[in-house]
């Protein structure tokens, strides 16, 4: 018998991913919200790449991550 499930990853893994993209583009998203000149604001140059640290995080964490029905 052929087994149909032939994923890289389980559920969890998939679910973590499109969360970090998620949070990674609201943190580009929040970069270009500054009003400031050249970006220099607290949101360009603070909050924005901290949410796109945040996110790169969670992807890495995702894909490092074993999901119990997949041993």
């Known amino acids: 018998m052929e ?3 032939n994923f890289a990853f389980g ?7 499109f969360v970090g993209l998620a949070v990674l583009a ?4 929040t970069m270009t919200l500054d009003k400031e000149q050249y ?3 607290f949101l360009g140059i603070t909050l ?3 949410l796109v640290f945040i996110g ?6 995702a894909i490092m991550v074993k999901d119990q029905k997949r041993v």
């Open 26 to 29: 609201i943190g580009f998203f």
């Open 39 to 41: 970006g220099l604001g």
């Open 11 to 17: 559920r969890k893994n998939y679910l973590l991913l």
């Open 48 to 50: 924005g790449p901290i």
């Open 56 to 61: 790169f995080v969670i992807e890495l964490f």
């Open 3 to 5: 087994n149909k499930d």
